[in-house]
Every structure is written in structure tokens, then in C-alpha cells.
């Protein structure tokens, strides 16, 4: 079983909106998936949040990662709508977590190999140079 969980990486705010301050309305966020043996995978992006609601307003300061957390959650879990006779689609949050098993179940057994070709032998990375510097502070 695969547990995902997200980190909140930054958010974007319009100083004034509507007139209320310190509005929320992209983040910037980091999605992963752990299996049972701890292999994992991840995806990120950005998300806008909609316009605020002043009824429903949470304060900048007040806010927590478990909000915004809880706002993509639910934006990415809205239903697409379908034709009459198609099948239903997944969410957004579906197809996310469907992503993230793909590539951990890649990850655990290969389908392709990146290698160079044989009669070009090993390749070989240099090191970089490494420059050994104290600073002095005065």
C-alpha cells in the first residue's frame, strides 16, 4: 500500500485582493508516495486557490499547512464532468496517486536501462575541483 503525503514548498499571496490582505493564490507544492518498503516517488507543481471568500477568510497568520493542504486536496478532488455514455474520468488527486505507483513500480523493476554503448567502455564523470576555504570573520 502506498501512503502519500504533500509538502507545502511556497505560496504566492497578492498583498490586497478584495479588501482583504495577504490573499492566497498559488502554492507550490511537492506530492509523494512511499510503498510499504520505502521506495518512493514524487511529483510537484503549482495550483491556484480561486478568489477568496470573505465569509470563509482565513487570516494570513492563522493559516497552516494543514489548510492549504486540505484546499488542493479538495480542488484536485473535484469530479470532470462527462458526455452522456462516456465513462467517468478520475480526479485530478487520482490520477497524481496513480502517477506515483507507476514510477514506484518502475523504480523497484526497470522496463528500460540508460547505459553507454560497449565499445565506448566505462564512462567516467570528473570530479569537480574542490576548493578548501575557511572564511575569517573579523
Not at 470573505?54 to 486536496?73: C, I, K, R, S, Y
Not at 547505459?115 to 575569517?136: C, R
Request: hydrophobic share 35%; net charge negative; proline share 6%.
Amino acid at each position: 500500500m502506498t501512503t502519500f503525503n504533500w509538502t507545502i514548498s511556497a505560496v504566492e499571496r497578492a498583498v490586497s485582493l478584495d479588501g482583504l490582505s495577504d490573499v492566497i493564490q498559488t502554492v507550490h507544492w511537492r506530492y509523494r508516495g512511499t510503498d510499504e518498503n520505502g521506495v518512493t516517488a514524487e511529483t510537484y507543481g503549482a495550483t491556484a486557490v480561486g478568489e477568496p471568500n470573505p465569509q470563509d477568510f482565513t487570516p494570513w497568520d492563522e493559516v497552516t499547512a494543514a489548510d492549504v493542504e486540505g484546499w488542493l486536496v479538495s480542488i484536485m478532488s473535484v469530479v470532470p464532468e462527462v458526455e452522456e455514455g462516456e465513462e467517468e474520468k478520475p480526479t485530478q488527486l487520482e490520477q497524481m496517486q496513480e502517477n506515483l505507483e507507476t514510477q514506484i513500480a518502475l523504480l523497484i523493476t526497470p522496463t528500460t536501462i540508460t547505459s553507454p554503448l560497449a565499445d565506448q567502455g566505462e564512462v567516467v564523470v570528473p570530479e569537480e575541483e574542490v576548493v578548501d576555504s575557511e572564511e575569517t570573520v573579523a
